[in-house]
């Protein structure tokens, strides 16, 4: 997950995305390699919870925390070509 958050590798075990309803949503693959990643209809609400762990005695400085929700489509006539857009930006948490 924090691939598709762009920290890197190193983030996967401080920062954790779940949505509601993860179980029975369906996953699709960006690339051969990446990781499957939940898929939402344009009508379905995007709930869950993102949980940002700091080691016990430790700062986290940051330039604020948004979740940014990008959406994709694959048109019928031309598979293979994605289109990408983005859909929802939501401040978590100002600066500090």
């Given at each position: 997950?924090?691939?598709?958050?762009?920290?890197?590798?190193?983030?996967?075990?401080?920062?954790?995305?779940?949505?509601?309803?993860?179980?029975?949503?369906?996953r699709k693959k960006l690339s051969s390699n990446a990781p499957a990643h939940p898929v939402f209809a344009n009508v379905?609400?995007?709930?869950?919870?993102?949980?940002?762990?700091?080691?016990?005695?430790?700062?986290?400085?940051?330039?604020?925390?948004?979740?940014?929700?990008?959406?994709?489509?694959?048109?019928?006539?031309?598979?293979?070509?994605?289109?990408?857009?983005?859909?929802?930006?939501?401040?978590?948490?100002?600066?500090?």
């Open positions: 997950m924090a691939s598709l958050l762009g920290f890197g590798g190193k983030a996967d075990d401080r920062i954790s995305v779940t949505f509601d309803g993860d179980a029975q949503r369906p379905e609400a995007v709930t869950g919870v993102v949980e940002v762990r700091v080691p016990a005695g430790r700062r986290l400085e940051h330039q604020g925390i948004k979740i940014e929700v990008v959406g994709q489509i694959e048109l019928f006539y031309d598979r293979g070509t994605y289109y990408d857009f983005t859909c929802i930006l939501r401040e978590l948490d100002t600066p500090g």
